[in-house]
């Protein structure tokens, strides 16, 4: 079971992940937060994988299609707290990786 914990805080989006990231995951990113994004011109994203269980190919596509929807609006993304047996594959996402929400926040400096 995939569920996604939003939360938008001085105009940087929030979004705290956790279970299985796999096919129905990724659906809920690519058809409901990429929209969001886009239509509100988001320019700060977070990610949280601290309680993410699971990440699969498709998780990781849909990773990248908010990281594209973040470039268009010319913002920055930031991925904190990756588990460790998940740090390969995210790394090849070529997504700035923080150790945590506050440390990517000094770097957004909104």
């Not at 886009?38 to 699969?56: A, E, F, G, Q, R």
Request: proline share 2%; with cysteine.
């Amino acid at each position: 079971m995939f569920h996604m914990d939003l939360e938008y805080n001085k105009g940087i989006l929030f979004a705290r992940l956790s279970g299985n990231l796999s096919k129905k995951g990724s659906y809920k990113l690519n058809n409901y937060l990429v929209p969001v994004l886009l239509k509100h011109k988001i320019k700060y994203l977070v990610y949280n994988l601290y309680d993410l269980d699971d990440i699969d190919e498709s998780g990781l596509d849909a990773l990248l299609n908010t990281k594209c929807a973040i470039k268009a609006n010319k913002g920055k993304i930031f991925i904190c707290e990756v588990p460790k047996e998940f740090n390969k594959e995210i790394r090849k996402l070529r997504i700035k990786e923080t150790s945590s929400e506050l440390t990517a926040l000094s770097l957004i400096n909104v």
